[in-house]
């Protein structure tokens, strides 16, 4: 089975702070792709990125960047130099391959993100 | 194209009545699925299709629910009878590929049972 985990349920912080928001998952399967979406206030879902097992690479995108690791099997997200534009919930989601049938996502419980102007 | 569109946007309705949601997938993609969030679940997976047919229904969570693609650019789920406990909001989403591909999600339905 697998099993998304965001231990951090809120976090608040200063605008122009550093922020890196956990992601932990499990899964026994060798192929399986990572993905973190965000949940501004308005409600719709908007996808950030996505990684699959094979590339280990970190990545930046402007003030985002995505930490991932295996040894540790996490995937962590940290916004450089926070805006209030930021807050919102950040989802990190898993999707298996096909050894366990090409799953859809399966979503953390996210972290909501507060940034205090 | 205008992206994954579901309507209505919010509904408020009595317990015991049939609720309707409505979603319109990407134009080409060939994936729907259908989730719902709660403070207390997160977001569920209740069901989704592949090129409309139902491929895994095993997240819905009653009889009560059900759900029907019967074409590429249209899908509704239904609840018949509604109860308070499935006051939530439905998000419905489209991909190409299924699991390795990132999903564009609707607006969501912001569904309340009284």
């Known amino acids: 089975a697998q099993k998304v985990t965001q231990a951090q349920t809120e976090i608040s912080v200063v605008e122009k702070e550093d922020v890196t928001l956990d992601c932990v998952y499990e899964?026994?399967?060798?192929?399986?792709?990572l993905f973190w979406y965000k949940q501004p206030p308005s409600g719709e879902l908007v996808f950030l990125i996505r990684r699959n097992s094979f590339d280990e690479q970190n990545e930046i995108s402007g003030r985002y960047s995505w930490n991932f690791q295996k040894s540790t099997s996490s995937f962590n997200f940290t916004i450089t130099a926070s805006q209030v534009v930021d807050s919102a919930v950040y989802f990190c989601?898993?999707?298996?391959?096909?050894?366990?049938?090409?799953?859809?996502?399966?979503f953390g419980k996210g972290t909501r993100l507060s940034v205090i102007a | 194209d205008a992206g994954v569109i579901q309507s209505p946007r919010h509904e408020v309705t009595e317990m015991g009545q049939e609720v309707t949601l409505r979603c319109k997938p990407i134009?080409?993609?060939?994936?729907l699925f259908w989730y719902r969030q709660t403070m207390m679940r997160g977001l569920e997976l209740l069901i989704y299709?592949?090129?409309?047919?139902?491929?895994?229904d095993s997240g819905m969570p009653e009889d009560r629910f059900s759900a029907k693609m019967p074409n590429a650019s249209f899908s509704t789920l239904k609840i018949q009878p509604s109860e308070p406990r499935d006051s939530a909001v439905y998000f419905c989403?489209?991909?190409?590929?299924?699991?390795?591909?990132?999903?564009?999600f609707g607006q969501g339905t912001r569904l309340t049972v009284v």
């Open positions: 134009s080409g993609h060939d994936y």
């Open positions: 299709f592949n090129n409309n047919v139902p491929i895994d």
């Open positions: 989403a489209s991909s190409v590929g299924g699991w390795n591909t990132e999903a564009f």
């Open positions: 899964t026994r399967d060798t192929t399986y792709y």
């Open positions: 989601a898993l999707s298996e391959g096909p050894d366990s049938g090409n799953t859809p996502l399966v």
